[in-house]
């Protein structure tokens, strides 16, 4: 069975970090572009970060450059992202995101909830 869960959000405080992990199971993350993407309350889904394929490459959001990093362990078939000087605006609920031969396949989320 091919999915994504996701896991590591939760409650942390302006300039914070937190970890979030993607684990794939049914099929191998080395071979596919994996992204990470994120919704707020009230606002569509957006694009967070995605890393490619073997070789790979990343790519960010602006609002998020410098600030998070997305990798993969192909041995643990994980992606994270790795979250640093959070603000309230980087809210939402993350999900991981790829393509694959049965179609997209999205995660169910974990929340991150930035606040004082």
């Known amino acids: 069975q091919v999915q994504l869960v996701e896991s590591g959000g939760g409650p942390v405080q302006p300039g914070g970090s937190l970890r979030l992990s993607c684990a794939a199971s049914?099929?191998?993350?080395?071979?596919?572009?994996m992204s990470w993407y994120r919704q707020s309350p009230g606002k569509q889904r957006e694009f967070v970060a995605t890393i490619t394929g073997t070789p790979f490459t990343t790519n960010y959001a602006e609002s998020v450059k410098g600030r998070f990093a997305i990798s993969r362990d192909n041995a643990r078939n994980r992606v994270f992202l790795q979250m640093n000087s959070l603000k309230p605006d980087d809210t939402a609920v993350y999900y991981c995101h790829t393509s694959i031969w049965s179609g997209s396949l999205w995660g169910q989320g974990t929340q991150v909830t930035v606040s004082s």
């Open positions: 049914g099929f191998a993350v080395s071979g596919y572009s």
